[in-house]
């Protein structure tokens, strides 16, 4: 009877053990499969900033392109009339009939700079107050989105007008910083020069479709109530993208972003 006891116990002890060595080759593969998901995962993360990267040093590459051309022009233009002498203000008078010259005077010209200056400031203080902490790609995407509402049925015609769109009320401004006194702070010099340049090379041609033609942007600490109604189209920096889902939900647009 005791070898039989014996036999018993070791047969038990034996299945505990298999049973044990079972449940650690599962714990085993359970973790291996985890650890490949996490590899896998980084490696996606990896490849997704590598791509960002690369894309942002292509835009920067196109702006320092942009903004060396643009220094050479103004070098140019201020450095052109030294070489030769200025024609005496007696002489100019006495070739042109001052009268006729102003009255010929196309002032729709000026018109055009004045608005075109006052396009680009609106366009530069939408880069400053929402993204000047952000990449240079960043910034451009921000940018992208004011001008996709330009464009936008929607929205204004005008960058300035879609810019300060419902700011004239506390609540419903479309860009927060036109409404809650942001405005008032100190500018910072450096950033702002930077928004104001980019804005310009926006403007002259540099652009690209960064957002995927979003028209709304949050930052990705907050969660709108809209954000459900509209389709995801880019994560950029701290910032998430949306566009209109299809023509019918255009009639619903969110009142603010």
């Known amino acids: 009877m005791k070898d039989g006891h014996e036999h018993h116990g070791f047969e038990v002890n034996w299945t505990l053990r298999s049973l044990a060595a079972a449940g650690l080759l599962s714990i085993c593969a359970v973790a291996s499969a985890m650890s490949a998901t996490v590899n896998a995962n980084r490696a996606e993360e990896e490849r997704k900033r590598q791509a960002s990267i690369e894309q942002e040093a292509e835009l920067v590459a196109d702006l320092a392109t ?67 902490s952000e990449p240079r790609i960043g910034q451009l995407a921000v940018a992208d989105v004011v001008l996709n509402r330009v464009a936008s049925r929607v929205y204004p015609n005008s960058i ?16 927060s910083f036109t409404c809650d006194g942001s405005m008032h702070a100190r500018l910072n010099k450096r950033k702002w020069k930077e928004s104001e340049d980019l804005a310009g090379a926006i403007l002259a041609g540099l652009r690209s479709p960064i957002s995927r033609n979003a028209t709304h942007y949050h930052a990705n600490y907050v969660t709108p109530h809209w954000a459900d109604t509209l ?13 209109f889902p299809s023509r019918r939900t255009v009639a619903a647009a969110p009142a603010a972003m």
Do not use: W
């Open 160 to 175: 300035c007008e879609v810019v300060f769109q419902g700011s004239e009320r506390r609540t419903g401004c479309q860009f």
């Open 66 to 132: 942009y903004l060396a051309a643009e220094t050479a022009a103004a070098r140019e233009a201020m450095e052109g009339p030294r070489l030769k002498p200025a024609k005496p203000t007696p002489a100019v008078l006495d070739a042109e009939d001052p009268i006729e010259a102003l009255t010929s005077f196309n002032f729709t010209e000026l018109t055009m700079a004045k608005l075109d200056a006052e396009e680009r400031k609106c366009l530069a203080q939408a880069i400053y107050y929402e993204a000047r």
């Open 231 to 243: 389709t995801p189209t880019a994560t950029i920096g701290t910032h998430k993208f949306y566009k």
